[in-house]
């Protein structure tokens, strides 16, 4: 089986289109294929009751969950908003993922 084709990669800016943290935007920290999520720095944060294993220390802990991959969209430097992306083949043959209404490209 081949692996999912996801419209964000890590280290892009995104913005969370909805639930608790809507409008908000991170960098991807994560992607998580299986669970079709991402984990976005500093968004969805979660607490977590670890308990202490070996030099650990237990205690409650705060950490990102994951988002699902149809909450967030691209952040478009240009444009400043949240868009869409298409995929256009550049002069030397590769593919890049650009703006649909500026036509910027997030792959440099």
């Known amino acids: 089986m081949l692996g999912k084709k996801l419209h964000v990669k890590k280290n892009d800016t995104v913005v ?3 639930g608790k943290d809507k409008s908000k935007s991170g960098k991807v920290v ?9 984990i976005v720095e500093g968004i969805n944060v979660v607490k977590r009751h670890t ?11 705060e950490k990102e969950a994951p988002v699902h991959i149809s909450n967030v969209m691209l952040l ?20 890049a993922r650009c703006c649909v209404k500026c036509g910027e490209s997030f792959d440099k």
């Open 16 to 18: 969370v289109i909805s």
């Open 30 to 38: 994560s992607i998580v294929p299986k669970k079709d999520g991402v």
């Open 51 to 61: 308990k202490a294993r070996g030099s650990e220390q237990g205690g409650i802990v």
């Open 76 to 95: 478009c430097e240009k444009c400043k908003k949240p868009v869409r992306t298409k995929v256009t083949v550049l002069e030397d043959g590769k593919k």
